[in-house]
Each structure stands twice: as C-alpha cells, then as structure tokens.
C-alpha cells in the first residue's frame, strides 16, 4: 500500500515556470525522498530530506517537509522541457526504513 | 560503476512459462529490492534484502514468485507459472544501507500472453 500519495496527479505549465508538487503521508517517517521517472526508464534520486531538516536545496528544486502537517512539496524552478517526467515521493517508516512510494505527479513542461 | 544491471529489458513469454529477471546491484551496496510498477498499482515493493538476506518478502504477491541473492553480486526474481496479470515492469534497486538514496536499474518490462 501507498505511504505517500503525490498531489496534483498531473501538471502541465509552460517552460520557465515554477513546478509544485506535493505529498502528503499517513505515519510518522524517517526519510522522506523525491525521484524522477522519465517515460520507459528507472526512477532516478534527486533529493532526500531527514524528518528533523525542514528545507532542503539542490540546484533548481527545492524541497520542504513539515512534519506536522505530515507533508512535503518539491519546488522546480524555471522550469524546462526536460524536466518532463513523473516525480515520485518515497517514505520510510518506523524501522524499516524501506523506501515506499506514492503513485507520482506526472508533469508536463511546454517549451 | 554501471549502476543497477537488469536483464532482460524486455520479455515476452506465454502464459503458465517459467520467467526468470536478473539484478546486479551497484558494488559495495548491502540493500536491494525488486519493486514492481503497473498502471493500476503504481510502483509496489515486493522483496527486500539486507547482506543478501530476505529481510521484508510481505509484498511478494504469491507463492508463484519468489526471489534469492546468493552472493553480494547478483539477485533473481522468478515467477513460475507466469500470469497475465504478472505484466508490469519491474525494477531493482540497490543502496549502500537502508535509509539512503536507492539506485534504480532500467527494470525489465515484462508481458505475458
């Protein structure tokens, strides 16, 4: 079962825009971590975030976690048309520390 | 390092046929899982090994699949008899300890008919 669901499922914006997806979870976690999937490949790491830092930066992305509210966004900056991809938000909770992933956000970007 | 190797990218093969996918996780790396992705599921854990021992099999869907690592090197995941339903694509993915980044291979696509 999902842990984490992304939210919107599907984003279309045009190139040079910001790109905001969110995830929302159930449990308390560990980790929380952001991937991407381009169409036909394997998921690719971008970002993890620690349940005790509530910002974190890597290049254009940013992304937040406010454990309260048991959310995270990830922020795409000036966005380009290679940014086109599904983002998918994992979590790990309690002890396994097994990443388990949400059904992703698929995002257009329009050159 | 070339990262996660799957074989084969893709596989076609007929119902109730025996269908073996092969991992080799990235050197130096003590996790591994076998995840499978479909539209109607998303992308779901099936198996999780820690120093090649099954930790976490509870998403292995049923007796029809099972999985080993017998060395550091390499993993295999079979389903035997295949399944329409077993369609999907499905990935590996290794990680120096659980808890950090997961390296993902290129998943093998698989379709039975």
């Known amino acids: 079962s999902q842990q984490g669901e992304e939210d919107p499922q599907a984003l279309s914006i045009q190139e040079g825009e910001n790109a905001t997806m969110n995830c929302s979870y159930k449990?308390?976690?560990?980790?929380l971590q952001w991937y991407r999937q381009n169409s036909g490949r394997g998921l690719v790491h971008l970002i993890l975030?620690?349940?005790?830092?509530r910002e974190k930066h890597s290049g254009r992305l940013r992304v937040t976690l406010d454990t309260s509210k048991k959310s995270s966004s990830l922020l795409i900056t000036a966005s380009r048309a290679a940014d086109t991809a599904s983002y998918f938000c994992?979590?790990?909770?309690?002890?396994?520390?097994?990443?388990?992933f949400g059904r992703g956000t698929s995002l257009i970007v329009h050159p | 390092d070339a990262g996660v190797i799957q074989s084969p990218r893709h596989e076609v093969t007929e119902m109730g046929q025996e269908v073996t996918l092969r991992c080799k996780p990235i050197?130096?790396?003590?996790?591994l899982f076998w995840y499978r992705q479909t539209m109607m599921r998303g992308l779901e854990l099936l198996i999780y090994?820690?120093?090649?021992?099954?930790?976490?099999d509870s998403g292995m869907p049923e007796d029809r699949f099972s999985a080993k690592m017998p060395n550091a090197s390499f993993s295999t995941l079979k389903i035997q008899p295949s399944e329409p339903r077993d369609s999907a694509v499905y990935f590996c993915?290794?990680?120096?300890?659980?808890?950090?980044?997961?390296?993902f291979g290129q998943g093998t696509r698989l379709t039975v008919v």
């Open positions: 050197s130096g790396h003590n996790s």
């Open positions: 994992a979590t790990d909770a309690g002890g396994s520390y097994i990443p388990t």
């Open positions: 993915a290794s990680s120096i300890q659980t808890g950090t980044e997961a390296f």
């Open positions: 975030i620690r349940s005790n830092e």
């Open positions: 449990t308390s976690i560990n980790n």
């Open positions: 090994f820690n120093n090649n021992v099954p930790i976490d």
